[in-house]
């Protein structure tokens, strides 16, 4: 009984494994606009695309990121200034992509400009600080789909959006998890509303991985800077253990679960956009898999108790 289980599973995996590698033809002839290519998951995206040959459209938020960018590539890749937060910014470059797809249609379109910070307790952050990062994680998301939605539609193609794990689990304060839920929310309604268009829609959500994002520096000059702004009756709540152990949690967490290897997330990103068959959902990273997904599966009570387990008391803790 259990080697004709083993077997069936053996079979199932093979039978995905060539379903999932067929490719599509033609790629010369398929243009991709991916956003935030100055560094990071977009901007290896971006080359690795255009040595497969597509013809990338590639957004980059700085004049430094889009020359960086052009020197590494073809002359087949068009690099344009975007900022995802400004809709004139978005609107310029849709115009550009529909003088330069044409009756073809865009192939697919990649969200993944984001930024990370300021992150930290809920109680730090101000209204303005959700907004700023909304607007570009959420907002900007959004706004570039519903730019080049139609010339999607004409090439039955696709939408990619860069979530994260943190889009299905939220164990830290702070609008980015409240951003990539949402993007999670918009990419479900999306991939049902556009199917009948044949336009296929796929969440990457990767775990930790070395960029920008995940800079042990930036994250701990950002606390620093929270805690520098913080009322003093707040700091007294908070106690500057906390702080010190929040800082030193930040180093011992990150060294554990970073990947410095960010081609596997662009192979899934790359997945998404060549394959026939693209999935709805990758995950790519170990800590995504292993444990930040297992972990959103379980109930409130038990994920509760192990964050807050494992995470720094305030000094006015009542736990
Ligand atoms: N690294 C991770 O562990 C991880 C995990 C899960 C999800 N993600 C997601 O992956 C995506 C890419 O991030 P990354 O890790 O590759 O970090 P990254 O190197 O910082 O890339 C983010 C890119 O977005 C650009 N950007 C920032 N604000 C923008 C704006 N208003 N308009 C247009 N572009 C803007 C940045 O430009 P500048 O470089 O010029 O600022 C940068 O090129 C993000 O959506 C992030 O949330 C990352």
Same mark, same amino acid.
């Given at each position: 009984? +259990?080697? @004709?289980?083993?077997?069936?599973?053996?079979?199932?995996?093979?039978?995905?494994?060539?379903?999932?590698?067929?490719?599509?033809?033609?790629?010369?002839?398929?243009?991709? @606009?991916?956003?935030?290519?100055?560094?990071?998951?977009?901007?290896?995206?971006?080359?690795?695309?255009?040595?497969?040959?597509?013809?990338?459209?590639?957004?980059? @938020?700085?004049?430094?990121?889009?020359?960086?960018?052009?020197?590494?590539?073809?002359?087949?890749?068009?690099?344009?200034?975007?900022?995802? =937060?400004?809709?004139?910014?978005?609107?310029?470059?849709?115009?550009?992509?529909?003088?330069?797809?044409?009756?073809?249609?865009?192939?697919?379109?990649?969200?993944?400009?984001?930024?990370?910070?300021? =992150?930290?307790?809920?109680?730090?952050?101000?209204?303005?600080? @959700?907004?700023?990062?909304?607007?570009?994680?959420?907002?900007?998301?959004?706004?570039?789909?519903?730019?080049?939605?139609?010339?999607?539609?004409?090439?039955?193609?696709?939408?990619?959006?860069?979530?994260?794990?943190?889009?299905?689990? =939220?164990?830290?304060?702070?609008?980015?998890?409240?951003?990539?839920?949402?993007?999670?929310?918009?990419?479900?309604?999306?991939?049902? #509303?556009?199917?009948?268009?044949?336009?296929?829609?796929?969440?990457?959500?990767?775990?930790?991985?070395?960029? #920008?994002?995940?800079?042990?520096?930036?994250?701990?000059? #950002?606390?620093?800077?929270?805690?520098?702004?913080?009322?003093?009756?707040?700091?007294?709540?908070?106690?500057?253990?906390?702080?010190?152990?929040?800082?030193?949690?930040?180093?011992?967490?990150?060294?554990?679960?970073?990947?410095?290897?960010?081609?596997?997330?662009?192979?899934?990103?790359?997945?998404?956009?060549?394959?026939?068959?693209?999935?709805?959902?990758?995950?790519?990273?170990?800590?995504?898999? +292993? +444990?930040?997904?297992?972990?959103?599966?379980?109930?409130?009570?038990?994920?509760?108790?192990? +964050?807050?387990?494992?995470?720094?008391?305030?000094?006015?803790?009542?736990?």
């Amino acid at each position: 009984m +259990f080697l @004709y289980l083993l077997g069936l599973l053996a079979l199932w995996l093979a039978y995905r494994w060539y379903k999932e590698a067929k490719r599509v033809p033609n790629e010369q002839e398929r243009y991709v @606009y991916v956003t935030g290519c100055d560094s990071g998951f977009g901007h290896l995206l971006a080359r690795h695309l255009d040595e497969l040959g597509f013809r990338v459209i590639a957004g980059c @938020y700085t004049e430094k990121g889009e020359d960086a960018l052009r020197e590494a590539s073809s002359t087949r890749l068009t690099a344009a200034r975007l900022d995802v =937060s400004d809709s004139e910014s978005v609107r310029q470059v849709a115009d550009l992509i529909k003088t330069l797809v044409g009756e073809k249609g865009l192939w697919a379109v990649v969200n993944n400009a984001g930024v990370s910070l300021p =992150s930290g307790p809920t109680d730090w952050l101000t209204i303005e600080d @959700y907004k700023g990062m909304l607007a570009v994680n959420l907002g900007g998301v959004i706004d570039v789909t519903l730019s080049v939605l139609q010339l999607v539609k004409r090439a039955r193609g696709r939408v990619v959006n860069v979530s994260s794990v943190f889009g299905r689990i =939220s164990p830290f304060g702070g609008p980015y998890c409240v951003s990539k839920y949402g993007v999670e929310a918009f990419s479900d309604s999306l991939r049902l #509303n556009m199917a009948p268009f044949g336009i296929k829609v796929a969440c990457i959500e990767p775990g930790f991985f070395s960029t #920008n994002v995940t800079s042990t520096d930036l994250v701990q000059n #950002n606390v620093k800077q929270l805690w520098d702004r913080l009322p003093q009756e707040m700091k007294e709540d908070y106690g500057q253990d906390f702080l010190a152990e929040t800082l030193q949690g930040v180093d011992a967490r990150f060294e554990q679960l970073i990947d410095k290897d960010l081609m596997k997330v662009v192979s899934c990103m790359e997945h998404a956009i060549a394959a026939v068959h693209p999935r709805t959902r990758y995950s790519p990273g170990w800590d995504a898999k +292993f +444990f930040w997904l297992p972990l959103s599966y379980m109930p409130t009570c038990i994920t509760d108790r192990i +964050f807050i387990r494992n995470t720094p008391k305030p000094k006015a803790s009542v736990l």
